[in-house]
């Protein structure tokens, strides 16, 4: 009992150590804090569209529907290009293991074409070419080259052939407002547009892949006469819907009183550059007034800057000077490229691109400007509006898309 007691006072001064001892629950974590969206790394925080914080602009139907036949008809212009560097490519000739056909290549370092090209009919006959003289962005392949044809071969699929004539087919599907010439125009060319550019694909693959090494050329000879059928109707389709948007553009004139001063001085650029890529069209081109016409271009996109900097809210001036400024540097190249025989393909190229994406950034200032007026569509019950993103994050809009039809 006494050794008990004596040894009482040291087991209760080691009570505390043995007690510490024990494997303690580290405490509960608070709820951890979602991390703000400006926290995000900057290109790396994209939130889905499901937030309903940010309205939908509402468009005018006829807003809309311009915007989608002006997609069609100046984005399909590339298909001129295809059709001349594979013309250029074979000649009169079917594709072969000594002439393989190309569609283009931008800055290929190969022989220029020749500036006219002899194109042969569906008939079997040739004919002058009308507009450029070879493919996109760059000279076609010489017609005995097939190392060449070979390289140039897949270019074709980077022309956004598709997705432009895709334009066609959506503007095709618009019927408010009604505009019978330019309904009828659409009714044909927009399946044309779309079946000729899905069979320029479908041929830059077969080449680039060198699929006719395995069917002796037999896929290559049966895509080469629906393509040589199509890029014998190209010009007539595509020239009766230029020619029908042209005549209601005439008697459809737009009230420049009536917009804002922003929208009024991109309309003004943006007619001068429409015009610009009209004016190289043609059969022989003014060189003098195309010439003029980039000056007085120049001096638009400087307003736009000038009512920009003053306005640095403004969404016209935000979202358009860069796209306006990238077409006036390709105008601006291509002074020196157009002689009395046209336009050489590259600068051509380079208008068509150009003026496509002026077109886009147009209708995404336009649906910028609508939202800021609070002129919205009014979202249905159960339906997401889009995220508005905070600084340093990307979310994708559904006007940032507009320019690809679906």
Known sequence: MIRLRSFLPF????????VGCKKEEPPAPAPEAKPSVAALPSGKGKLPLRT????????????????????CYFGTLTLRQARDAYFTSLGKDEPSEKKIPSFGIPGASLPPAPPTIAQP???????????????????AAPGGSALAGRRMADMGM???????ARACTVAAGLKEPAMPDVDA?????APFSLELSRNIAAASVYYQREEYAKDKFERGKELHKKLVADFGKLDENADKLGSAIAAWRKDHAVDMAKLDEGERLVLTAYDRARGLVLSVLAKKIDAAAYKESVAALAKDIEAIKTFGTN??????????????????KAAEEAQGKISDKGI???AFLSLVNGFTSVIEAKHRALSRSLTAKGQVVEPKAGLPMRQIPTPGQQVEHPDDHAGHAH
């Open 311 to 328: 306005n640095p809210n403004d969404p016209w001036a935000k979202i358009t000077v860069p796209p306006f400024s990238a077409f006036q």
């Open 11 to 18: 087991v209760l001064a080691l009570a505390p150590l043995a």
């Open 185 to 189: 125009a659409l009714t044909t060319f």
């Open 52 to 71: 309903p914080i940010a309205p939908v602009p509402k468009f005018d139907p006829q807003a809309m529907k311009d915007y989608r036949l002006e997609v």
């Open 121 to 139: 009919k569906p008939g079997g006959s040739a004919g002058p070419a009308a507009g450029p003289s070879a493919g996109p962005g760059g000279s």
């Open 158 to 164: 980077r022309a956004p052939h598709e997705r432009n």
């Open 344 to 346: 050489e393909p590259d």
